[in-house]
């Protein structure tokens, strides 16, 4: 049992590179979460989904977008990175029910030269 | 709407003395609290959480919080700082069913001085 997987696990990008993060999760779980992750700024919500083929915004979506097309995926797409991108990211993923935990990934290291 | 806030960025104690890291949140309802910890370079895992079974709730090695309603505070102790226990530590908070993301806190560094 994986869990939450996140490929890939480290990248380099160059100003303007597009790329996609993908997490995948083999819990069955309904709800999915992007996070990025700055020193001294905790972890803020980029995009979520509350199930297949819906997404939301989080607090820090401007220049993300995401997609939910297969309930265990939930892909984070940059278009034109920027250095402002560089941050770890993660992915999370829960059940349903308001008690239910956060089940993270291990994070993709993201790095815009 | 929720929020939390942990007291302290940096918490540094000596190795088996207490651990006190302090977490008060503010929720229109009934919430669900969690303590996740980071080690360096890791993902994040989960410690406890705290969902209305008790207000004492135990986790993983050795951790433990009290909900305290009065005071709106979701303080996670230990009695004895391990070197291992150094580590990011975030308190979450979560109030509905999960259309309302959950609200994570700034987070606390813990040093364990040897």
């Known amino acids: 049992n994986a869990g939450v997987t996140q490929t890939p696990k480290f990248r380099v990008l160059k100003t303007g590179q597009s790329m996609t993060l993908l997490c995948a999760q083999d819990?069955?779980?309904?709800?999915m979460y992007w996070y990025r992750q700055d020193p001294g700024m905790g972890l803020r919500l980029i995009h979520y989904?509350?199930?297949?083929?819906?997404?939301a915004k989080g607090e820090v979506p401007d220049g993300y977008n995401v997609s939910r097309l297969k309930k265990q995926n939930f892909l984070l797409g940059l278009e034109s990175a920027a250095p402002s991108q560089t941050s770890v990211y993660f992915c999370a993923s829960r059940p349903t029910g308001f008690n239910s935990p956060l089940h993270f990934g291990n994070g993709t290291r993201l790095t815009v030269t | 709407a929720q929020s939390v806030t942990q007291l302290d960025s940096h918490v540094s104690v000596s190795e088996g003395t207490p651990v006190l890291l302090r977490c008060n949140y503010s929720?229109?309802?009934?919430?669900?609290l969690f303590w996740y910890v980071q080690h360096p370079n890791k993902g994040l895992q989960l410690l406890l959480k705290y969902t209305s079974a008790a207000t004492l709730v135990k986790g993983i090695n050795g951790f433990e919080a009290e909900f305290k309603k009065s005071e709106t505070s979701f303080h996670l102790t230990k009695p004895s700082a391990h070197m291992s226990d150094a580590a990011e530590y975030f308190c979450?908070?979560?109030?509905?069913?999960?259309?309302?993301?959950?609200?994570f806190g700034k987070g606390t560094r813990l040093s364990v001085i040897a």
């Open positions: 989904s509350v199930g297949e083929g819906t997404t």
């Open positions: 819990m069955n779980h309904e709800y």
């Open positions: 929720s229109s309802y009934s919430p669900s």
């Open positions: 979450v908070v979560s109030v509905d069913s999960g259309n309302t993301p959950l609200v």
